[in-house]
């Protein structure tokens, strides 16, 4: 298991360039989102010797020049400055909390019953089935055009190649109701993008993805897990699984 500073500065480093974005990185870290995600501009990773008003002000007009109207930020205990409290200043809304959670992939093996299945990703059926089920739970997204299922595939089969991680999905009763990927990166697999319909939770679909993605990023040389779990849905789960929490971070909306 790595330490408590190896766990805090993975979670700080971590931060996803979906594909077709834009980014810049200045006095923070600035991705602009495709429209298929919603748009908007998305900001992390402070580092700057400037005030925050002095920060906040930069990425509002990067986030104008885009042609943007809604920046995103994400609170990160290792940010220097710390914006929340401008952000709060400035009417930005408080939309949501993640838990910064890790465990060593070796330990308590994670419970799935044994009427959920899961199987890596590797096929388009398979591409499509884990789109439907990502756009039934999160809000703004549109499902994959033709090229962009294709792309996504790519993307899986190179990830999968290269050893830098996957896609897992799981069904229940023979239904695909579950998905979520993980990435390895300096011995940290990172577990993102778990969604389940609502339909289904509660059955043990979700602990599949995730049992699934510890396997794969063990298989890729991974010795810790870290995951950003929401706190109104996943974190409760991923704590009962061995995860200790490290931090929480918030996430701000402000319309510029």
Same mark, same amino acid.
């Given at each position: 298991?790595h330490s408590l500073d ?6 700080a480093a971590?931060v996803w360039?979906?594909?077709?974005s834009?980014?810049h990185k200045g006095e923070?870290q600035?991705?602009?989102y495709?429209a298929r995600?919603?748009?908007g501009?998305? *900001?992390?990773?402070?580092?700057s #010797?400037l005030?925050?008003?002095?920060? $906040?002000? &930069?990425?509002? +007009?990067r986030t104008? %020049?885009?042609?943007e109207t809604?920046l995103?930020?994400w609170?990160n205990?290792?940010?220097?400055p ?6 709060r200043?400035?009417?930005a809304e408080?939309?949501?909390t993640l838990?910064?959670?890790?465990r ?5 093996p994670i419970?799935?019953?044994t ?5 890596v990703?590797?096929?388009?059926d398979?591409?499509r089935?884990l789109?439907?089920?990502?756009? *039934?739970?999160?809000?703004?997204q #549109?499902?994959?055009?033709e090229?962009g $299922?294709? &792309?996504?595939? +790519?993307?899986?089969? %190179?990830?999968?190649a290269?050893?830098?991680?996957g896609r897992?999905?799981a ?5 695909a109701?579950s998905t979520?990927g993980c990435t390895v990166?300096d011995?940290?697999?990172?577990l993102?993008?778990?969604?389940t319909?609502?339909d ?10 995730l049992?699934?993605?510890?396997r794969?990023?063990a298989?890729f040389?991974?010795?810790?897990a ?10 409760p789960?991923l704590?009962r699984a061995?995860f200790a929490?490290?931090g929480?971070e918030?996430?701000?909306?402000l319309?510029?």
């Open positions: 298991m190896d766990v805090m500065r993975a979670s971590w360039f979906p594909r077709g834009e980014q923070l600035l991705v602009r495709p995600f919603g748009g501009v998305k *900001a992390s990773q402070v580092d #010797d005030d925050a008003e002095a920060v $906040l002000e &930069d990425a509002i +007009a104008r %020049a885009w042609g809604e995103m930020f609170t205990a290792s940010d220097r710390d914006l929340e409290d401008e952000l200043r400035r009417g408080h939309f949501d838990a910064v959670l890790a060593p992939i070796v330990g308590t419970d799935v019953p009427d959920v299945t899961s199987e990703v590797s096929t388009l398979q591409i089935e789109d439907a089920i990502n756009v *039934a739970v999160w809000e703004h #549109d499902p994959l055009t090229r $299922l294709a &792309d996504e595939l +790519a993307e899986v089969e %190179a990830a999968l290269s050893g830098e991680g897992i999905l069904q229940v009763d023979g239904v109701v979520g990166i011995g940290f697999v990172r993102w993008g778990g969604a319909l609502a289904s939770r509660g059955r043990g679909a979700y602990r599949a993805v049992a699934d993605r510890m794969l990023g298989e040389g991974a010795k810790t870290l995951v950003k779990g929401r706190i109104s849905t996943s974190a789960i704590a061995g929490h490290y929480d918030r996430g701000y909306r319309t510029v």
